[in-house]
Structure formats: structure tokens, C-alpha cells
């Protein structure tokens, strides 16, 4: 596994908000978000809606879900698992740790 990436500390993104690690600095070429659920835990999956072209760090946080700005498709924060149409394919999802009191993101690359 690649090492992690230091995005900052767990103060730097709000509850129900989100921060975006640009694909050209991540290494997988595509925008990941990060996202701060309302359990409380930090989740990463790629930026982008597997629907059409939205940014997911612009939706809205339910629990541990985050919904499509655009067209209202619902994300699992936790698998990346679409769990409403329109979106019918997973976005990827990366491994998020907190460590010190600093978020650290492990970017999966796709096969
Ligand atoms: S672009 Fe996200 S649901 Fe359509």
C-alpha cells in the first residue's frame, strides 16, 4: 500500500462538509473527497458522481450518505455504494484513518 497522505487536521473540515484532495496530488489522477459524516468518522470516495458530471464534496451530508447536488442520487459514504438511482455504479472508495489528531488518506488506485 502506498503511503498515506496527510490532508490535515480533523478540525479542518466540519461536520456534514467536505474537503476535495485534487487527483494530481492524491496520484490516482482523480479528485477525492473527504468527507466528515454525521457519525462523526471521516470517508473518502472519488469527487465525481458516477451519474454524469457533479462534484460529490458539493452534496449534502445525511448520516453516513451524501446525496448528488445535480440529480439527487445518494452515495454510502462508508463503500461508495450507490444506493439510489439515477446513479446505479459505486464510486471508489479510499481508506481514511485518524491519527493525532490528523486525517490521513490512503488513495486506492483503480484496477
Ligand atoms: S450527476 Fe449525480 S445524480 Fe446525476
Redesign the pocket.
Known amino acids: 500500500m502506498s503511503d498515506p497522505i496527510n490532508v490535515g487536521s480533523v478540525d479542518a473540515i466540519d461536520e456534514g462538509e467536505a474537503m476535495v484532495v485534487p487527483g494530481d496530488e492524491n496520484g490516482t489522477g482523480e479528485d477525492i473527497a473527504i468527507f466528515h459524516a454525521e457519525d462523526g468518522n471521516f470517508y473518502a470516495i472519488n469527487d465525481e ?6 462534484s ?1 464534496a458539493e ?1 449534502w451530508v445525511e448520516g453516513t450518505e451524501v446525496e ?6 445518494r452515495f454510502c459514504l462508508k463503500t461508495g455504494a450507490a444506493l439510489c ?3 446505479t455504479v459505486a464510486a471508489r472508495s479510499h481508506k481514511v484513518e485518524v491519527k493525532d489528531g490528523e486525517i490521513l488518506l490512503f488513495p486506492h488506485a483503480g484496477a
Open positions: 458522481c458516477t451519474h454524469e458530471t457533479a460529490l452534496g448528488c447536488p445535480v440529480h439527487s442520487a438511482l439515477p446513479a
